[in-house]
């Protein structure tokens, strides 16, 4: 669908480091392919190299690059010293902004790189002075505002570890994350803005500070109302306050694995799991994720449409560490229409526009055309992630959006902050497909018995260990809880839990969570494959498919539609769903049963809650199968437990 011209690629930051490595290595290679495998034989080499073409600043020089090749527990760049925030800081060019910043309650704003700088200072004065050591955890309740960028520098010059929560969030999922990793200092807000109505939130961060013991203070930041009381909170201070302090500007030199964030895990099927990532396995990671698979450089302008509660925010962030601006915008992206956020990147002069897959088909379905009504001129490159992007998906961007635009779908994990499968500047863009395996992460798909497959679905592994793989996860003895999440299945080897198909060109193909997938009589499907293909059907927003292997049957799929308002399900529509999926997918996967539903459940980051419902049905009592504050919409699990109730009933009966 797209290729680079022989001028593009000459001038991306991939051919450079591939001319560096000639002319500093002595390493010469034909294509990305070769590069990519030198990157995963010689890990040693190739971690070295980014290490010293993106010149990494270190107080202390490594001893080794990786002290053992194991998973988990490897040890990367032993005796080095560095920082996140150092780096983060250190390139911003004086006539470019750091970052630019939308919302819908604050207009168009720009925050110079010296002001953030400043900014960083005064904070990490006033945290050093509330008794903030390195270790510490400060946390923030807080929204994707420039506020929260700050605040997080700060935290990671002291050496401190950092911890956010969308304020969308309900006091109990915030609690159940941050109370795992007992933080000092609390940032929050009033409130919130979305979809245009105000969120007051006082009452949650009183609920906060209630419920975390070991809280010492709390920083507010009026945001919903400039007026915001502080009083109304326990041993709190007002944002304003903490930027009167005076200090310089500097950085706690840390080990390579100290901590550096806690991300969670969604929660939805028990307590969120506390990743813990290391200052120095994200700063190697992230200059080679922007730096060379997003072309990403001190003239961009880079943004992805997040919450402060997913692990894309840190990856907006992380591209200061290139030079880049950082795009920022707080609000809802369909108000108040669906061109709120190609307006964005017309204003902002965006030159990176990272989304996810369900933003792209809700556009195409809303029928707007953002190229015709925006002048997205600067805009070169748009990023997908949070789920797979059917090829409708690719085709619409470019006859809708630009038709000279590199489209870079990507995936990855919250549990290594960065991409397994991802873009690269070299390689032409293939409808449906993900263009290559990324540098330094040797990705397999593997069968049950663990063998390696080409141009067949298996198991998303990894088998050789990266930088920013956890440290460990917060609060868990003897590392159980972390084992079991990656290594039950092939042990020394990370299994991801997704189905991907790596094809014989290098490119992959990523079919949705591998614990969810529908396997009728021996044919594996991703539930990606079977959503493309219903929801092109018109009637159909949205669908949720799941396949039961019990309840009396070797095998029961039930398909849950969400339909356009005004339409009914009725037995020709059945019909019309079925007769599709049998057309475009197989017999095999034609639904046993099809039921209309008002909405999908999704957890707090939009993912489908596939496995929660599977196990809803399957007779798993709610409390067990799904947590339901880490739900965007809760309301929507009811008419699954009655479902399953009714099916039990008809089983037993």
């Known amino acids: 669908m797209w290729e680079g011209t022989e001028s593009f690629k000459r001038q991306s930051r991939m051919y450079h480091f591939m001319e560096w490595l000639r002319q500093n290595r002595g390493l010469s290679f034909d294509n990305y392919h070769d590069l990519w495998q030198w990157s995963v034989t010689d890990l040693e080499g190739f971690w070295s190299s980014i290490w010293d073409y993106f010149q990494v600043k270190s107080s202390k020089p490594y001893t080794r690059v990786l002290a053992e090749r194991t998973m988990p527990g490897a040890k990367w760049f032993t005796g080095a010293e560095v920082n996140y925030a150092e780096h983060a800081l250190r390139s911003g060019s004086p006539g470019r902004p750091a970052i630019l910043f939308q919302s819908e309650i604050r207009p168009l704003t720009e925050v110079s790189w010296e002001e953030l700088r400043q900014t960083v200072a005064s904070l990490a004065t006033a945290l050093r002075n509330m008794g903030v050591r390195p270790g510490d955890r400060v946390v923030a309740y807080m929204p994707n505002i420039p506020e929260t960028v700050a605040a997080f520098l700060a935290s990671a010059s002291i050496g401190a570890v950092w911890s956010s929560c969308s304020p969308d969030f309900g006091s109990p999922s915030v609690i159940d994350r941050f109370r795992q990793i007992e933080p000092k200092v609390l940032f929050a807000v009033d409130g919130y803005q979305y979809n245009g109505k105000p969120f007051d939130r006082m009452g949650v961060v009183a609920e906060l500070q209630q419920s975390l013991p070991t809280l010492e203070k709390t920083i507010l930041v009026p945001y919903l109302n400039r007026d915001a009381d502080p009083s109304r909170l326990s041993n709190a201070v007002l944002w304003q306050d903490c930027l009167r302090e005076s200090g310089p500007l500097t950085f706690e030199p840390v080990p390579f694995d100290h901590p550096l964030w806690v991300l969670y895990s969604s929660g939805t099927t028990g307590l969120p799991k506390a990743i813990t990532q290391g200052h120095g396995g994200i700063v190697v990671e992230h200059l080679k994720t ?286 019309k769903i079925k007769d599709r999926i049998r057309q475009a997918l197989s017999p095999r996967h034609v639904p046993d049963e099809i039921y209309a539903i008002p909405e999908v459940p999704r957890t707090l980051n939009g993912k489908k809650l596939e496995v929660p419902v599977k196990k809803i049905l399957m007779g798993i009592d709610l409390r067990k199968a799904v947590n339901i504050d880490a739900m965007s919409n809760p309301g929507s699990i009811d008419y699954f437990v009655q479902l399953a109730a009714q099916l039990n009933a008809s089983k037993t009966s």
């Not at 992805?304 to 601006?325: D, E, K, Q, R, Y």
């Not at 799929?557 to 059945?574: A, H, I, Q």
């Open 290 to 575: 922007h730096g060379l698979h997003m072309n990403v450089g001190e003239e961009d302008r880079f943004f992805w449409f997040t919450t402060t509660g997913w692990m894309m925010w840190n990856i907006v962030v992380s591209a200061l560490l290139t030079g880049s601006t950082s795009l920022l915008y707080d609000g809802s992206p369909g108000y108040p229409d669906m061109g709120v956020l190609w307006k964005f990147a017309e204003q902002t002069g965006m030159t990176v526009f990272g989304t996810s897959a369900a933003y792209i088909l809700s556009c195409m379905k809303a029928g707007i055309e953002p190229g015709a009504q925006y002048d997205l001129s600067a805009l070169k490159a748009m990023g997908s992630t949070g789920s797979p992007l059917p090829p409708e998906g690719f085709q619409w961007v470019y006859d809708r959006v630009k038709r000279d635009l590199w489209l870079a779908s990507t995936s990855g994990g919250t549990d290594v902050c960065t991409s397994f499968v991802t873009g690269c500047p070299l390689l032409p863009v293939y409808s449906g497909e993900i263009q290559c395996r990324a540098l330094g992460v040797k990705v397999e798909a593997f069968d049950e018995q663990g063998r390696p497959l080409i141009d067949e679905v298996g198991e998303l592994v990894v088998t050789e260990p990266m930088p920013s793989m956890p440290l460990f996860f917060w609060n868990d003895p003897g590392n159980q809880r972390y084992l079991e999440s990656y290594f039950d299945m092939y042990p020394g080897v990370w299994r991801h839990g997704d189905w991907i198909k790596i094809t014989h060109r290098g490119s992959a193909v990523i079919y949705g969570r591998s614990d969810s997938t529908i396997n009728r009589m021996g044919v594996r499907m991703g539930t990606s494959e079977i959503y493309r293909t219903v929801e092109s059907i018109p009637e159909v927003l949205d669908s949720l498919v799941v396949d039961l292997e019990v309840l009396g049957r070797s095998s029961f799929m039930p398909l849950f539609v969400v339909l356009r308002e005004g339409v009914e399900l009725t037995e020709e529509l059945k019909q």
